[in-house]
C-alpha cells in the first residue's frame, strides 16, 4: 500500500511539475511550408519514424535468431 502510494505521489507531481513542449525545428518549417511540400515532409517524417522503430527490432530479432540457431547446432561456447 506505502508503495502504491508513493507512486502514485511521484506520478502526480512529475505530471503536475511538467512544463509545456515545443516542437522540433522541422516541424515548426513543415507548417510553414507550403501545402505541396507538407505532403512530402509528412511522408518523409513518417518513413523516418518507422524506420527508428523498425531498426533495434530488427537488429534484436537477428541476434536471438542467430544466437538460437548456434544453440541448436550446439556452435554456442560455454560461458
Not at 510553414?32 to 505532403?39: C, D, I, K, L, T
Request: proline residues 6%.
Amino acid at each position: 500500500m506505502r508503495f502504491r502510494t508513493q507512486l502514485l505521489l511521484a506520478s502526480v507531481l512529475s505530471l503536475g511539475l511538467a512544463g509545456p513542449v515545443s516542437a522540433c525545428p522541422n516541424c515548426k518549417e513543415a507548417v510553414a511550408a507550403q501545402p505541396e511540400e507538407v505532403a512530402q515532409m509528412k511522408n518523409g517524417y513518417n518513413y523516418s519514424v518507422l524506420f527508428m522503430m523498425a531498426m533495434p527490432f530488427s537488429l534484436l530479432g537477428v541476434g536471438s535468431f542467430m544466437v538460437v540457431r548456434a544453440a541448436k547446432r550446439g556452435t554456442l561456447p560455454e560461458l
